[in-house]
């Protein structure tokens, strides 16, 4: 960290460009402040300008990734890959949106019209469906950004946003919406158990809502509801459809 701290914030950005250097450090699970303090001083330091993409013209502060920068990253027309944001060799990037300071790993599809927040961290082999949005979580310094962990499954048009967790091969079917204040309540027992800010590994999840009380009324609140568990006997692939339909859930 005393090393980084002498890095001027151009520098930490290009490094985080490279991949060499992550918003969230897997290995202590914790968010590396300074990463997410040299991508505001940039924002703020830098003026917007005419840029030029191809054909494609944008004003703004950072630029688009350069080809260069996205080796073995297939980038269908219509995908915006920001500058500062890391994707691994292998992913897929439909016409959807990489925020700066984002990381997406290998294997995983950001899928059309799919957003994927400032600072937030797809992990291997994540789906993220059409029309996701994946928040983006760049002030306070210390707030975690939102977490997608290898394997999941995120099903049309969920959003997850305020630094909220996804489990390894979790599955989120179409519509969930997680926020930092959202119930996450697992139903698969005698007893409702509720949770919040992350979804545990494997858990299967469709929209849900619970009654909460109000001066005008009993009103009912969206919530998210556990329950099931992905086969381990399915095979991965196949099991991010079937693990929604063995609940009779619509994909």
Known sequence: ???MQNKSPAEILELLDRGQVRVWDPATNSVNAWAKAAIIEMLKSTPAQPLDAGVFEYFDKLPVKKRASLKGVRVVPGAVVRYGSFIEEGAIIMPGFVNVGAYVGSGSMVDTWATVGSCAQIG???HLSGGVGI???LEPAQAAPVIIEDGAFIGSR???VEGVRVGKEAVLGAGVVLTASTKIIDVRGAAPVEMKGIVPDRSVVIP???AKKFPAGEFGV????II???SASTDLKTSLNSALR???VAV
């Open 124 to 126: 291997r082999n994540v």
């Open 222 to 225: 969206p919530c998210a509801l």
């Open 208 to 210: 849900g809502s619970v």
């Open 246 to 248: 063995d609940h009779q």
């Open 158 to 160: 969920c959003i997850v």
């Open 1 to 3: 960290m005393s090393e």
């Open 228 to 230: 099931g568990t992905r």
């Open 135 to 137: 928040g983006g979580v």
